[in-house]
Each structure stands twice: as C-alpha cells, then as structure tokens.
C-alpha cells in the first residue's frame, strides 16, 4: 500500500489558478500510475487527470484539458496538478489516487486500490 496526502485546495475566484499537490509515501513509486478525481456531493467521483509514473504519459478529462497539467516529481515522491483558469463547475473535494495492477493509466475509480483523504476546491463566479 502508498499513503497519499493530497494539498493546496481553497477558496478561488473564476479564472484563478491553484495548484494541488499529492505526497505519496510507502512502497516503491516506479510502478504507480497516479490520477486525481474529483467529486461533488451527489454525484461519482470523476476522473480528472492521470499520470503514469516512470514514462510521463498523461491523459486528461475532456472538461479541464487544455486548463490543467498533471504533473510528477519522482524524487519527492510527488504528484501535483495545476488548475488554470478555474470555473465554478471545478468545484469539489479532489483526490489522489494510486494503482499498479494496470499497465496504463485508467479512469475507473474501482480500479485504484489507493487514496488520499481529499482537498477542498470551491471556485466561485
């Protein structure tokens, strides 16, 4: 198992930009393809952004490609996303998460065995 500690969400004005970051500590990284979701309460939690650890591959939901950028540090164990040109509709509890069963990055929830506890997102118009 990885511990993930996600960080940087707040209260942010239509067109802000913040940054999230998603520490993650525990077994080796090489292997873990990261992703963030996010979830509003009533809904699924979505897929937002993936990453895959050791080659790079990213792959965006269609409502914030072009907007947000996944990205990794693999030294500090680290896996941040940045948010441009917020919307109201970002708002939600976003969440890291971590998977090395598949071999690519997926964006089905029950297929990562690894989460962090959530930051708070609300962007207001």
């Known amino acids: 198992q990885v511990q993930l500690v996600e960080s940087g969400g707040q209260l942010a004005q239509a067109g802000d930009s913040l940054k999230l970051s998603c520490a993650a500590s525990?077994?080796?990284?090489?292997?873990?393809?990261m992703s963030w979701f996010r979830q509003v309460p009533g809904k699924e939690r979505e897929f937002v952004a993936g990453?895959?650890?050791?080659?790079?591959?990213?792959d965006y939901a269609d409502s914030v490609r072009g907007r947000f950028t996944i990205s990794r540090d693999n030294a500090k164990n680290m896996v941040y996303l940045q948010m441009n040109d917020l919307k109201p509709d970002d708002t939600a509890t976003y969440y890291c998460?971590?998977?090395?069963?598949?071999?690519?990055?997926?964006?089905?929830?029950?297929?990562?065995?690894?989460w962090g506890q959530g930051t708070q997102v609300t962007v207001s118009s």
């Open positions: 998460a971590a998977q090395s069963i598949y071999r690519e990055i997926v964006r089905e929830e029950r297929r990562y065995n690894n």
């Open positions: 525990g077994r080796t990284f090489t292997n873990y393809f």
């Open positions: 990453i895959s650890w050791s080659v790079g591959n990213t």
